[in-house]
């Protein structure tokens, strides 16, 4: 751990990322328990993680797979592990096996991929499909257009759940540039409940900088990193 990560309060920073949640909540009409909080332990050590377990938070949330592996067989608890990172297909039998979601499906192959290797391990693995609705080369996830697509690819695969949607907005100082984003994925899920009669249980999106945003536009799910655990280092 560094001297800097040493120093961040992570109790205090999940006490006030926590108001921040139940305002914005609040803004949008819903109480703050409807927000369920993942934070994001991409580069995080073990012990850190721990203290953010010990300050009450439930989801954690990574980016890579060995990673993960390393660390959850570290930290002590019952908090639930997310992969929210791009997943290659070689990981996908690890990944079965470490996470308990998978936020990051954006193909029918990598659907295909966790879904037999979920199945050989006796699991239904809940799974988000992602959603590129920035248009930005630089992100994973299906084109807007494809998503119901995918999700009758991946909904009849035995060995997952879908239960609903997830999106990285773009990263702009500005957090109201993503809020056109979100409210684009929240139109999706209704769209697939009324065409396809997915019953949307969460729309992960918002992180760090552009959360409350996502929650007036409906998230339930959010990442949050920097707010919880500091700066990362370069």
Same mark, same amino acid.
């Given at each position: 751990m560094s001297k800097a990560?040493? =120093?961040? %309060?992570? !109790?205090? $920073?999940?006490?006030?990322?926590?108001?921040?949640?139940?305002r914005a909540a609040q803004r949008s009409g819903r109480s703050a328990s409807d927000i369920t909080l993942v934070a994001v332990a991409k580069v995080v050590d073990a012990e850190r993680v721990r203290r953010a377990i010990a300050a009450g938070v439930a989801d954690i949330g990574e980016n890579y797979v060995q990673e993960a592996a390393a660390k959850r067989a570290e930290v002590?608890?019952? !908090?639930? /592990? =997310?992969?929210?990172? =791009?997943?290659?297909r $070689? @990981?996908?039998?690890?990944? &079965?096996?470490?996470? %308990?979601?998978?936020?990051?499906? %954006? #193909?029918?192959?990598? &659907?295909? &991929?966790?879904?037999?290797r979920a199945a050989a391990a006796g699991r239904s693995m809940p799974v988000l499909l992602q959603v590129n609705t920035s248009g930005e080369e630089s992100k994973s996830g299906a084109a807007p257009a494809d998503v119901e697509r995918l999700l009758d690819q991946a909904g009849s695969l035995p060995g997952l759940r879908v239960e609903g949607l997830m999106t990285?907005?773009? /990263?702009?100082? %500005?957090?109201?540039? !993503?809020?056109?984003?979100?409210?684009?994925?929240?139109?999706?899920? @209704?769209?697939?409940e009324q065409r396809s009669g997915l019953a949307v249980k969460w729309l992960s999106m918002g992180m #760090? =900088?552009?959360?409350?945003?996502?929650?007036?536009?409906g998230a339930n799910l959010i990442r949050v990193g920097t707010g919880i655990f500091g700066p990362r280092p370069r």
């Open positions: 990560a040493s =120093h961040v %309060d992570i !109790a205090e $920073n999940v006490a006030r990322v926590r108001e921040r949640i139940a002590e608890g019952d !908090a639930r /592990w =997310h992969m929210i990172g =791009h997943l290659q $070689n @990981k996908a039998r690890q990944a &079965a096996q470490i996470f %308990d979601m998978i936020q990051t499906i %954006d #193909s029918q192959r990598l &659907a295909e &991929a966790v879904a037999q990285i907005g773009r /990263w702009d100082p %500005d957090p109201e540039r !993503a809020r056109g984003e979100f409210r684009l994925l929240a139109e999706l899920a @209704k769209q697939l #760090s =900088h552009d959360f409350e945003v996502a929650i007036e536009e």
